[in-house]
T-cell receptor, first 115, second 113 residues
């Protein structure tokens, strides 16, 4: 089954404790992206990657890092989480062959709470 | 800048009622337009899209028409079902490689039997 998986689905942590949220897709998509969803703000892009070793900032990259060492994986790293990073996070992927209007496939989300 | 504005929710309807969720956009150039749906506890799924003016996207009884003159992409369904209860997001993307989806804030639809 074609899918995007994220782990963990739920995480409660404390300020300053480094964490990683993993994202993996099995569709051989070149493009991967991270979004955060906050009430009243919709989804905003954090980082994206056009292919292995190619990453770039989205609209709200402060406090986050990413890496793309393999095509299927795109982990999101919070080196020193703060309470304002409490949010619902989504990973997404799409094929570059479909162009910018191609469908993005979303993971199930990771609900992060930073105390 | 580029942005999407959609009607505030929640929208509460009875089964078989007609649904309209308004969406307008501001964009440089000629964007592609999307409606994504998020069912409770799940990620977003593409519902329909349109890539140029006057295109109509349709899926599962939902439809939306890309209106360049009014910069709108309103979502409609003639007869909603309880299973349509979800959050609906209007979004756009510019036709450039690497560009992000720009989302509206989402509209919660609740359908009762």
């Amino acid at each position: 089954e074609a899918q995007v998986t994220q782990n963990p689905r739920y995480l409660i942590t404390v300020t300053g404790k480094k964490l990683t949220v993993t994202c993996s897709q099995n569709m051989n998509h070149e493009y991967m992206s991270w979004y955060r969803q906050d009430p009243g703000l919709g989804l905003r892009q954090i980082y994206y990657s056009m292919n292995v070793e190619v990453t770039d900032k989205g609209d709200v990259p402060e406090g986050y890092k990413v890496s793309r060492k393999e095509k299927r994986n795109f982990p999101l790293i919070l080196e020193s989480p703060s309470p304002n990073q409490t949010s619902l996070y989504f990973c997404a992927s799409r094929s570059l062959g479909g162009g910018p209007s191609g469908e993005q496939f979303f993971g199930p989300g990771t609900r992060l709470t930073v105390l | 800048g580029n942005s999407v504005t959609q009607m505030e929710g929640p929208v509460t309807l009875s089964e078989e009622a007609f649904l309209t969720i308004n969406c307008t956009y501001t964009a440089t150039g000629y964007p592609s337009l999307f409606w994504y749906v998020q069912y409770p506890g799940e990620g977003l799924q593409l519902l329909l899209k349109a890539t140029k003016a006057d295109d109509k996207g349709s899926n599962k009884g939902f439809e939306a028409t890309y209106r360049k003159e009014t910069t709108s992409f309103h979502l409609e369904k003639g007869s909603v079902q309880v299973s349509d209860s979800a959050v609906y997001f209007c979004a756009l993307t510019l036709n450039q490689a690497g560009t992000a989806l720009i989302f509206g804030k989402g509209t919660t639809l609740s359908v009762s039997s």
